[in-house]
């Protein structure tokens, strides 16, 4: 499904990820483990389109397309969904109105119809249980007010109502309490498929507890350092990532 | 009509024609509104008209259109006649009395002035003045400034008619009162419409005020709204702009409050080839609240200038100012803000804010906000922005499946829906929505309403490209 090669990808001339390497096959969650600033929200925002980055080398293939040639939206609706970990909020947009147009945008790029109010309202619905949301979101903004743990849950909702091939979730599990990862968690068991895969991006082994991924990868310094199964986690939570450093033989950045 | 010819200076201009047509003005007003007119000609005479050097018209060129001559309507042109056979108002949901202003002049739909079964007087003004000399002379000319240069001096000489509504006590008007403001006219023409609006205390007032033109001919109107609130009244006041290219309109609102009085006033300017809101608001005793909110959408060559003053005399009073706007084009537009606070005005809270975003490079916005504060326990605050779209908004859509322009869009809309959404009444509301998401997608043509068969065959659409962002 995806396919990233020898990518090298900077900011301002700064050099972020060097020489990244990473298959993604149809049905498999992967986690991207390590420390802050290596790299791993870099690697979100470039899969799902970002220009304030420079992909310097390297490519990036999905579902056999050259993913860096196409724009952002076009990515999204061919089933690219990116969870952000600084949800933006937008004043004056509605969750409900955003959405539809969202939905109807990919329908119209797969060729489908529209989807009717009515439709789109009982998909919201159904949507929104899955995520335990309870507020009426046709008449709130874009995670205007929303708490932290709300704003995680709206971006596992948005996903829930455009049903991605590929979620990558870029700290998903970052601030919340146990039972709003419960919760987040809970609705990406729900969604996950064997037609499709997942990317979590995080810091903490805890979420490994709710979502148990098929491969845990360590990025230290813009590459992967180690790969192996769920027990890397583990490992990772007993050892810290000074023992991935030493054993990468990786000097430690100042 | 009259016609005049150009080799003499304006204000000699406006001296003779008001002059020439002194009964015709006055009608059968009392003799309290004849010396206000004096008064004013006066002021006319001997301080003329501001031009760039002014400090509130550095940025908003008067003279070509004082240069312009136009001609004059002295007499009302308008016969009866049903409105709706001509115009439907977009805001149609809406269930209003609505009254017609045509080229400046009251439209007799059923009788000049109506009495409501509540108490509340609705209708002409020149009629007003006829049958409620006392009621309007007490009020009429005094919170418009009669002795500074400008063109509230030339509307107190030469208005003849123009909208009239008195609020008894205790007196809560249900329906929404809209007043429907037509230009349509073959020749280069100025108005002069007169609005007062009088509340009694404890009253409640929604005032729509629609300004519409139907022809793509020069006009300017000079139009002056005086509003009255006494202890406790409530208006909410809506000022939509829909014009031409062609038309210019000065259009200044005084606001008088008394104890505990409450107004909201909204500018909504989707189109208007030259505009320039002046508004006063004037806090005369304690516990008031004013808000006045503003949205310009402008494009092509338009300008929009919205000169504000929130004047504080009282303590405990609060005020807020929100004014957006988004410029295509060579459009420009002028924000100039100011809140005053007098030495007695303690526990005063006021806020003012301007936001722009610049579409083209040749989009001007000037932004000029000014607090004058002489009390000392006071919270004042004032921001001014003139931006671009936010990148990180942007891609959070796009990230979704939204191509750049629904995004640009959806934005655009969203910036513009702070000021839409503090609209209270529902439906209008709604509307408005409707009328600025149609204007930023270019939807939105000024013969929208119109059924009229005017010179242009091709309606002219107004159109904000969000692909220039």
């Known amino acids: 499904m995806l396919s990233i090669k020898h990518l090298k990808v900077s900011i301002n001339g700064k050099t972020i990820l060097k020489d990244f390497n990473l298959e993604v096959k149809k049905g498999e969650v992967h986690a991207i483990m390590g ?13 799902a389109g970002r220009d304030l980055f420079d992909v310097d080398e390297g490519s990036i293939t999905y579902m056999g397309h050259d993913l860096l040639e196409m724009d952002p939206e076009i990515r999204a609706r061919e089933g690219i969904f990116l969870g952000f970990q600084y949800p933006v909020e937008i004043p004056g947009v509605s969750m409900a109105n955003f959405m539809r147009t969202a939905i109807n945008e990919k329908r119209k790029y797969l060729g489908l119809e529209p989807l009717s109010g009515a439709e789109f309202l009982k998909l919201m619905e159904n949507r929104k249980k899955l995520v335990d949301i309870h507020s009426k979101l046709t008449n709130r903004s874009v995670n205007e007010g929303f708490s932290g743990g709300e704003k995680k849950k709206n971006e596992i909702f948005q996903m829930a109502m455009l049903e991605p091939k590929l979620a990558i979730l870029d700290e998903t ?82 | 009509m009259q016609n005049i010819t150009e080799n003499i200076s304006t204000e000699q201009r406006m001296i003779d024609l008001f002059k020439g047509n002194i009964d015709l003005i006055r009608g059968n007003e009392p003799e309290s509104i004849s010396l206000l007119r004096q008064k004013a000609i006066e002021t006319v005479k001997t301080k003329g008209f501001p031009d760039i050097t002014t400090e509130n018209w550095r940025f908003t060129d008067l003279d070509p259109l004082l240069r312009t001559v136009y001609d004059f309507d002295f007499t009302n042109q308008s016969r009866p006649f049903d409105i709706e056979k001509i115009f439907s108002c977009d805001v149609y949901d809406l269930d209003t009395f609505s009254v017609t202003l045509l080229n400046g002049w009251f439209v007799y739909q059923n009788a000049p002035l109506t009495t409501l079964k509540n108490g509340t007087i609705i209708g002409s003004l020149s009629k007003a003045m006829e049958v409620y000399p006392e009621l309007v002379s007490k009020y009429l000319g005094k919170i418009a400034p009669l002795e500074q240069p400008g063109l509230t001096a030339l509307n107190t000489a030469f208005f003849q008619d123009g909208l009239f509504i008195y609020v008894p006590e205790d007196v809560k008007v249900d329906k929404p009162i809209q007043l429907i403001n037509i230009v349509n006219s073959e020749r280069p023409v100025m108005f002069q419409p007169r ?23 020069i006009s300017f109107t000079n139009s002056v709204s005086e509003a009255f609130l006494a202890k406790n009244a409530e208006l909410d006041f809506y000022k939509i702009q829909n014009k031409g290219h062609n038309s210019a309109v000065i259009n200044s609102s005084f606001f008088s409050q008394k104890q505990h009085s409450k107004l909201t006033s909204s500018a ?16 005369e005793e304690p516990e008031c609240n004013a808000t006045h909110n503003g949205l310009y959408l402008v494009d092509s060559n338009q300008h929009v200038d919205n000169q504000l003053e929130v004047d504080h005399a009282a303590p405990n009073c609060t005020s807020e100012q929100l004014y957006k706007g988004i410029l295509d084009d060579e459009a420009t537009a002028v924000f100039s803000g100011k809140i005053m606070v007098r030495r007695d005005a303690q526990k005063t809270l006021a806020y003012q804010n301007n936001k722009n975003i610049l579409l083209t490079d040749d989009a001007k916005a000037n932004t000029q906000p000014q607090l004058e504060i002489y009390a000392d326990d006071v919270k004042c605050s004032h921001g001014a922005t003139v931006g671009q779209l936010d990148q990180e908004a942007m891609f959070y859509l796009r990230s979704r499946g939204l191509n750049e322009r629904a995004a640009r869009q959806l934005l655009m809309y969203a910036f513009a829906a702070e000021v839409v959404r503090r609209i209270s009444i529902e439906p209008l509301k709604e509307r408005i929505d409707h009328l600025v998401e149609k204007r930023l997608k270019g939807e939105l043509s000024i013969c929208d309403q119109c059924m009229l068969h005017c010179n242009t065959k091709e309606p002219t659409v107004f159109n904000i490209d969000v692909s220039k962002l």
């Open chain 1, 35 to 47: 420390p802050n600033g290596t790299g791993k929200s870099t690697l979100a925002s470039v899969i």
């Open chain 1, 173 to 254: 599990d970052s601030g919340l309490d146990i039972d709003a990862m419960k919760v987040v968690a809970h609705g990406v068991n729900k969604l996950r498929s064997p037609e499709n895969s997942t990317i979590l991006i995080t810091h903490y082994q805890r979420l490994l507890d709710y979502i148990v991924p098929d491969y845990v990868h360590v990025l230290y310094d813009g590459r992967i350092v180690k790969s192996g199964g769920k027990e890397l986690a583990f490992e990772l939570e007993d050892k810290g990532y000074e023992w991935i450093r030493k054993e990468a033989g990786v000097q430690e950045a100042i």
């Open chain 2, 195 to 217: 609005h007062l609006i009088i509340q009694e205390k404890d009253s409640q007032l929604t005032l729509v005020h629609c300004d519409h033109s139907l022809t793509h001919n």
């Open chain 2, 268 to 283: 909504l300017t989707l189109n208007g080839g030259f505009t320039k809101n002046i508004v006063y608001s004037l806090l």
